[in-house]
């Protein structure tokens, strides 16, 4: 588990410098506290995989005095995570993520319940949460789907593709076409209904930037 999340390490630092190039990376960890957050995530959770728990949570409390983010170090984030803007973000234990996911500020993502009732909270790769959203209890948040403004998904799992809003959320969207609501409520996630990226996306294409993110002139050069 440890080496999975070492190379998610080196994964986020192999993305960041092919989009932005070095001066860009050595800008977005310097004066971007999303990013900041993450990097400091992932050092912590090395630390509790390797069973320094105490250091973990040390690191846990200093990132949300740093950054005004809570990530536990039990929660498992996988590569090319965003937290675009991260105020007051929570992401609870018991919680998996995958590539390429985005939350917003006040977001609240995590498993509630016992540890007898083995809660869990699993959201899908290239997901998005979006501000001020609340996704709790234990769910299946499809692939790429989008959790809307202000929207509480509780216990409830979210098909792939699909777009929800709402407290209790609703699902109005699947696949850029609308749907009834009434059609996925009690929705249990099917593995048969993700069928790979979406025709606007494909995640093995990623550009390169040539331009520097340091240099202003290379912007006015093009206009």
Same mark, same amino acid.
């Given at each position: 588990?440890?080496?999975?999340?070492?190379?998610?390490?080196?994964?986020?630092?192999?993305?960041?410098?092919?989009?932005?190039?070095?001066?860009?990376?050595?800008?977005?960890?310097?004066?971007?506290?999303?990013?900041?957050?993450?990097?400091?995530?992932?050092?912590?959770?090395?630390?509790?995989?390797?069973? %320094?728990?105490?250091?973990?949570?040390?690191?846990?409390?200093?990132?949300? =005095?740093?950054?005004?983010?809570?990530?536990?170090?039990?929660?498992?984030?996988?590569?090319?995570?965003?937290?675009d803007h991260p105020v007051a973000t929570l992401i609870g234990?018991?919680?998996?993520?995958?590539?390429?996911?985005?939350?917003?500020? %006040?977001?609240?993502?995590?498993?509630?319940?016992?540890?007898?009732?083995?809660?869990?909270?699993?959201?899908?790769?290239?997901?998005?949460?979006?501000?001020? !959203?609340?996704?709790?209890?234990?769910?299946?948040?499809?692939?790429? !789907?989008?959790?809307?403004?202000?929207?509480?998904?509780? #216990?409830?799992?979210?098909?792939?593709?699909?777009?929800?809003?709402?407290?209790p959320a609703k699902v109005i969207r699947v696949e850029g076409?609308?749907?009834?609501? #009434? #059609?996925y409520k009690g929705y249990k996630y099917d593995p048969s #209904?993700? %069928?790979?990226?979406?025709?606007? %996306?494909?995640?093995?294409?990623?550009?390169?930037?040539?331009?520097? =993110?340091?240099?202003?002139?290379?912007?006015?050069?093009?206009?």
């Amino acid at each position: 588990m440890a080496e999975g999340d070492k190379g998610h390490f080196l994964d986020d630092l192999k993305l960041a410098v092919k989009r932005k190039g070095a001066g860009g990376l050595v800008r977005d960890v310097l004066l971007h506290p999303g990013n900041q957050a993450i990097a400091l995530y992932r050092i912590y959770r090395l630390l509790y995989l390797g069973g %320094h728990v105490n250091l973990a949570f040390l690191g846990y409390r200093l990132n949300y =005095w740093l950054c005004g983010v809570e990530i536990h170090p039990d929660a498992d984030i996988g590569p090319d995570f965003h937290l675009d803007h991260p105020v007051a973000t929570l992401i609870g234990r018991q919680t998996r993520i995958g590539k390429g996911v985005r939350i917003y500020s %006040h977001v609240a993502v995590g498993a509630v319940g016992l540890p007898e009732d083995k809660p869990f909270m699993d959201v899908r790769d290239y997901a998005q949460i979006y501000h001020g !959203a609340m996704v709790g209890g234990s769910a299946i948040i499809g692939e790429y !789907a989008e959790i809307g403004l202000n929207a509480v998904v509780w #216990d409830q799992d979210v098909p792939p593709y699909s777009v929800v809003v709402g407290n209790p959320a609703k699902v109005i969207r699947v696949e850029g076409k609308r749907v009834n609501p #009434d #059609d996925y409520k009690g929705y249990k996630y099917d593995p048969s #209904d993700f %069928h790979g990226p979406p025709p606007e %996306h494909d995640p093995d294409k990623e550009p390169e930037r040539s331009e520097s =993110w340091t240099d202003p002139t290379s912007y006015l050069d093009k206009k």
